[in-house]
């Protein structure tokens, strides 16, 4: 089983800011098979990055996904009030368990 | 509207059972994998159980197998998750989610509470 570690815990920054999530994984996920999600309090999860760098429908180009192998950044170009909420790392690239990372609170500062 | 709906929920005795629904609409179910993942109160997200489009391919974490079934009938566009026997450690919410690797619909979630 692929173990996806998500770091920082907690990142607090201010609106405007540049937030850079990171997503290690315990052996390289093959296709680069490696999606982000949001979730903000009392919602589902939603999905923003799959396969390390392309943007799920509708998600605002202020988001990307970058990386490879074990190594995989979630990047949020200028944050928006509407971004704070809690970032999980998925690999799909092994047979299952398709595993989540233990997430990234993103908070105001 | 693409939608998937989760039912069923509910507070059951440790060693009880409870079934899950998922109702979708908007999109063709038959051509999709389907899943279940859960989330413990103030935890992050965990796998429980996918299905392949035509069933032919079942997968379950470890933590449910022999406890949880998934089902789906592609004629009424609904998936389902039995669970029998259980645990504290299964309270959460569950969602319901669409795709085979990653999940890009998921439902608004049913709360399981498992408790004495």
């Known amino acids: 089983e692929i173990v996806l570690t998500q770091s920082p815990g907690t990142l607090s920054l201010s609106p405007g800011e540049r937030a850079t999530l990171s997503c290690r994984a315990s052996q390289s996920v093959s296709s680069n098979y490696l999606a982000w999600y949001q979730q903000k309090p009392g919602q589902a999860p939603r999905l923003l990055i799959y396969g390390a760098s392309s943007r799920a429908t509708g998600i605002p180009d202020r988001f990307s996904g970058s990386g490879s192998g074990t190594d995989f950044t979630l990047t949020i170009s200028r944050l928006e009030p509407e971004d704070f909420a809690v970032y999980y790392c998925q690999q799909y690239g092994s047979s299952s368990p398709y595993t989540f990372g233990q997430g990234t609170k993103l908070e105001i500062k | ?116």
């Open chain 2, 1 to 116: 509207e693409v939608q998937l709906v989760e039912s069923g929920g509910g507070l059951v005795k440790p060693g009880g059972s409870l079934r899950l629904s998922c109702a979708t609409s908007g999109f063709t179910f038959s051509s999709y994998s389907m899943n279940w993942v859960r989330q413990a109160p103030g935890k992050g997200l965990q796998w429980v159980s996918s299905i392949s489009s035509g069933t032919s391919y079942i997968y379950y974490a470890d933590s449910v197998k022999g406890r949880f079934t998934i089902s789906r009938d592609n004629a009424k566009n609904s998936l389902y998750l039995q669970m029998n026997n259980l645990r504290a450690e299964d309270t959460a919410v569950y969602y319901c989610a669409r795709g085979y690797g990653y999940k890009n619909l998921w439902g608004q979630g049913t709360l399981v509470t498992v408790s004495s």
